[in-house]
T-cell receptor, first 113, second 111 residues
């Protein structure tokens, strides 16, 4: 069956450390993978997109990797801050031209001051 | 641009009533998506439109749900009759490239 898995338990880290969130999928072949941030009571906000032929993408303190062999994406936030506390969602963006996304359930990140 | 606009932000209704959720996408975006988010099921795609035409409604849970997009700047999601299990946050999103822009959502409570 098709699955997208993100850590269901919250990730609790100290300010200044690097947060690493995982997104694993099975029986999908995405052309792209996207990461979103969601704060309580708000809609998801787009952060980064990585293509299947890209190994790594960076934006400021954010880094995403995409391994199509392992069927896994890792999302890193370096020098984490309490303001980074939120739920982070990965989304598979398929090879068709539909722009339809399939979202994981999200991982909640808590950054302690 | 004001971003994706949704109304109402909160809706409380009684079982059996009709509910209409509204969405105004970002101007120039060709795709519009309706999602539902619950703790149990996460963020689920209900239906999406391309150039005002419904493309895929396979996520619509039942015939009680319907969606329309009469023009490029307006879409509705209707539930008739509503049931308590429809309680969720409903999001509208639009895109012109790949990344999606979400509205603030409508929190629906069906008593």
């Amino acid at each position: 069956s098709q699955k997208i898995e993100q850590n269901s338990e919250a990730l609790n880290i100290q300010e200044g450390k690097t947060a690493t969130l995982t997104c694993n999928y099975t029986n999908y072949s995405p052309a792209y993978l996207q990461w979103y941030r969601q704060d309580p009571g708000r809609g998801p906000v787009f952060l980064l997109l990585i293509r299947e032929n890209e190994k790594e993408k960076r934006k400021e303190r954010l880094k995403v990797t995409f391994d199509t062999t392992l069927k896994q994406s890792l999302f890193h936030i370096t020098a984490s801050q309490p303001a980074d506390s939120a739920t982070y969602l990965c989304a598979l963006d398929m090879k068709d031209s539909s722009y339809k996304l399939i979202f994981g359930s999200g991982t909640r990140l808590l950054v302690r001051p | 641009d004001a971003g994706v606009i949704q109304s109402p932000r909160h809706e409380v209704t009684e079982m059996g009533q009709e509910v209409t959720l509204r969405c105004k996408p970002i101007s120039g975006h060709d795709y519009l998506f309706w999602y539902r988010q619950t703790m149990m099921r996460g963020l689920e795609l209900l239906i999406y439109f391309n150039n005002n035409v419904p493309i895929d409604d396979s996520g619509m849970p039942e015939d009680r749900f319907s969606a329309k997009m009469p023009n490029a700047s307006f879409s509705t999601l209707k539930i008739q009759p509503s049931e308590p299990r429809d309680s969720a946050v409903y999001f509208c999103a639009s895109t012109g490239v790949r990344e999606q822009f979400f509205g603030p959502g409508t929190r629906l409570t069906v008593l």
